[in-house]
Structures are given as structure tokens and as C-alpha cells.
């Protein structure tokens, strides 16, 4: 499956409406609605992908940072990303951010291959990063995934 995602604010009308409907609570506080403004959409698949919150950072607090895949038939994949911060040796190169999905909670009954998984979550978090950070993270940012990140889960 081949996606191409926009970031943009998530627009009042039938794409809030949309996204309201899934009721995100914030991970960490379970307050709702949770009011993100912010998306990376590909809608003429029907799929988007959303930050729900987080530090991220694996050393000290070992917390994640919480994304969301959502998709138009209402099936959601909870993502669980870690940030390290590599510095380099040479002095060209300061450094280098690699996020690292470590769980994609998968509802049973998803069809799409893990690799089409794992390309939905590619460029939505790319383009969801881009578009929040307005052009500002350059290259220094790469997301990689856990060999064993997908989850098959019920309910």
C-alpha cells in the first residue's frame, strides 16, 4: 500500500469530526477529549497519524512518547516510540535523533503486512514530525523499528 501524507492542522467540519470520534484520552493523565491540533493525514486512504504525548526518552524516565494510527473504519494502532540522541565523533556531524517504535498495538482482524504497516508508520510520523516542527529537525532525525514492534492484539 503506498500512502502519501500531508501535515497540516486538523481542520473544524467533517476531518474534526472524524477525528474526534476516537476519543483519544492523553496516556499519561487519561484526560479526554484529547485536544490535539495537529495531524499527518493521507485521506484518500483513509488513514492518519497523530502524537497523543510523552517524553519519549528512553534514559532517564524510560517513558515513551504515544502516537496513534487511525484509520476511517475506526481501528487505531497505539505506537510506543523511544528517542536516544547519537553524538558523533567527527566534527562535521553534531549529532543525530533516532526514534525507535518499540510497540505498534495491532487490533486483530488488520490486514495490512506488517511492512505496510511499518511504511504507514514511516511516513506518517516523518511527516507528522516535519510539518510540527515547520521544516526546523533537518536530517538529523531517522525512525527505526524493533524487530519484534508488532503486537497482534485483541479487542
Known amino acids: 500500500m503506498t500512502v502519501n501524507f500531508i501535515g497540516e492542522a486538523i481542520p473544524e467540519g467533517a476531518d474534526r469530526a ?3 470520534r476516537f476519543n483519544f484520552e492523553d496516556p499519561y493523565s487519561g484526560s479526554t477529549p484529547f485536544c ?3 495531524w499527518a ?6 488513514v492518519f497519524l497523530t502524537y497523543l504525548n510523552g517524553p519519549g526518552e528512553k534514559l532517564p524516565e524510560e517513558l515513551p512518547a504515544f502516537y496513534a494510527l ?3 473504519d ?3 494502532i497505539r505506537l510506543e516510540l523511544f528517542s536516544y540522541y547519537e553524538i558523533f565523533r567527527k566534527e562535521s556531524e553534531l549529532g543525530m535523533h ?8 495491532v487490533p486483530a482482524g ?3 503486512s506488517d511492512n505496510d504497516l511499518r ?3 514511516k511516513k506518517g510520523w516523518t511527516t507528522f514530525v516535519e510539518y510540527d516542527a515547520r521544516g526546523t529537525l533537518g536530517d538529523d532525525q531517522h525512525l527505526v523499528f524493533a524487530d519484534d514492534c508488532i503486537k497482534k492484539v485483541q479487542g
Open 18 to 20: 472524524w477525528f474526534d
Open 70 to 72: 487511525g484509520f476511517k
Open 41 to 46: 493525514i493521507d485521506r484518500e486512504n483513509g
Open 119 to 121: 511504511e504507514m508508520i
Open 36 to 38: 490535539q491540533t495537529k
Open 74 to 76: 475506526g481501528t487505531v
Open 110 to 112: 488488520v490486514s495490512y
Open 98 to 105: 533516532t526514534h525507535y517504535v518499540e510497540r505498534a498495538y
